[in-house]
């Protein structure tokens, strides 16, 4: 005999039928939570793509959770969490976040310093700029960045943490 879940609690079935029912539920339930979630962690304008990516995640991994609301919370902080350090990188290299029609002088700035920013990279050496390019060119986690250089994680660390500070002496301070 099958028991009714109880709120807040997604119903656990094996079945398709009974997968697909608990997805629809998940997302009638917990998609308007996230949403007030991601538009205080990130704003209006990303929260959407937030509460979609963690949805995608949470139904590819929906059959190995226990607790589907928790993991989709779960990945949607997570998300939020990498969509503002993006925001305080890009802050940090004195660019704003692309804006929705830039003008042509401030398209040519915007090239001008990532020109100067691919430059300084570039002669980072080998490691960190592995590094620097794995963390915020590809968003990838430390621990992910290590499996992929086949080094420590805190090795990792260590080559970002002198990669960014190299990077900030060589550039100078913005004015």
């Not at 879940?5 to 939570?33: K, N, Q």
């Not at 991994?61 to 998300?79: Q, S, T």
């Not at 993006?86 to 029609?101: E, H, K, T």
């Not at 001008?112 to 620097?132: C, E, K, N, S, Y």
Request: net charge positive.
């Amino acid at each position: 005999m099958a028991r009714e879940a109880a709120v807040g609690e997604v119903p656990r079935e094996r079945t398709a039928a009974g997968r697909e029912a608990a997805l629809d539920h998940l997302i009638r339930t917990a998609a308007p939570r996230a949403l007030r979630i991601a538009v205080r962690l990130v704003g209006p304008v990303d929260a959407e793509d937030a509460v979609q990516e963690a949805l995608a995640r949470t139904c590819r991994d929906f059959a190995r959770v226990r607790e589907p609301e928790a993991w989709l919370l779960r990945v949607l902080v997570n998300h939020c969490l990498r969509v503002q350090r993006r925001r305080r990188v890009w802050r940090w290299l004195w660019l704003d976040p692309p804006a929705p029609a830039p003008s042509a002088h401030e398209q040519l700035e915007r090239a001008r310093a990532a020109a100067l920013l691919r430059h300084h990279v570039d002669r980072l050496p080998t490691m960190q700029r592995t590094a620097i390019v794995l963390r915020y060119g590809e968003d990838l986690s430390p621990a992910e960045i290590a499996a992929a250089m086949g080094v420590e994680e805190t090795t990792v660390k260590t080559h970002l943490a002198r990669g960014l500070a190299r990077l900030r002496a060589e550039m100078g301070s913005h004015p």
